[in-house]
T-cell receptor
């Protein structure tokens, strides 16, 4: 299995530009999570999906952030317009349904975003 | 998510030494997980714990799910240079699908 695939690995953009981060979860995993990691705040959950449906987006910082999952093998996290304080590493993670012995997240390698 | 307190924040250890770190929660958890993150990579699962009192090993790593269900610890025995990295605890409460993460323990090994 190729694991959770994220792209791009690195993105440098200017303030005000639109940023789109992409994620391909592990095949057969029905839960997908987007996390943000910063030195100040650590790993923060932004949003998660179950069977392509957003379940909890309470961690999304503001309306500039949006996430979609059009099918079981693809999700996007979009920031429009981007701001310097959005600079962080964004992780996508997936898992199979939360049965006993499950709920172990597999993370992608992350997308490092720098907004100038 | 739930509040997790992980300690220590960082540690410098001599190769061959044993390492111990712990995590406490303000809530009762039904799952505790320990992850390791290498530079430029995502966190990778080390050990998963599902029952209070459970003690689980993975090579030189040993983790325990506290009896109170509000704490967990991770031990690394006979540390080696490749143990360098950031170790995170994570947990979830019953009926909450979201994982909360500790702030991480940065381990640096001196050869």
């Amino acid at each position: 299995d190729a694991g959770v695939i994220q792209s791009p690995r690195h993105e440098v953009t200017e303030m005000g530009q639109e940023v789109t981060l992409r994620c391909k979860p592990i095949s057969g995993h029905d839960y997908l999570f987007w996390y943000r990691q910063t030195m100040m705040r650590g790993l923060e959950l932004l949003i998660y999906f179950n069977n392509n449906v957003p379940i909890d987006d309470s961690g999304m910082p503001e309306d500039r952030f949006s996430a979609k999952m059009p099918n079981a093998s693809f999700s996007t996290l979009k920031i429009q317009p981007s701001e310097p304080r959005d600079s962080a590493v964004y992780f996508c993670a997936s898992t199979r349904g939360y049965t006993s012995g499950a709920n172990v997240l597999t993370f992608g390698a992350g997308s490092r975003l720098t907004v100038l | 998510g739930q509040q997790l307190n992980q300690s220590p924040q960082s540690m410098f250890i001599q190769e061959g030494e044993d390492v111990s770190m712990n995590c406490t929660s303000s809530s009762i958890f039904n799952t505790w997980l320990w992850y390791k993150q290498d530079p430029g990579e995502g966190p990778v699962l080390l050990i998963a714990l599902y029952k209070a009192g459970e003690l689980t090993s993975n090579g030189r790593l040993t983790a325990q799910f506290g009896i109170t269900r509000k704490d967990s610890f991770l031990n690394i025995s006979a540390s080696i240079p490749s143990d360098v990295g950031i170790y995170f605890c994570a947990g979830r409460t019953y009926n909450d699908y979201k994982l909360s993460f500790g702030a991480g323990t940065t381990v640096t090994v001196r050869a």
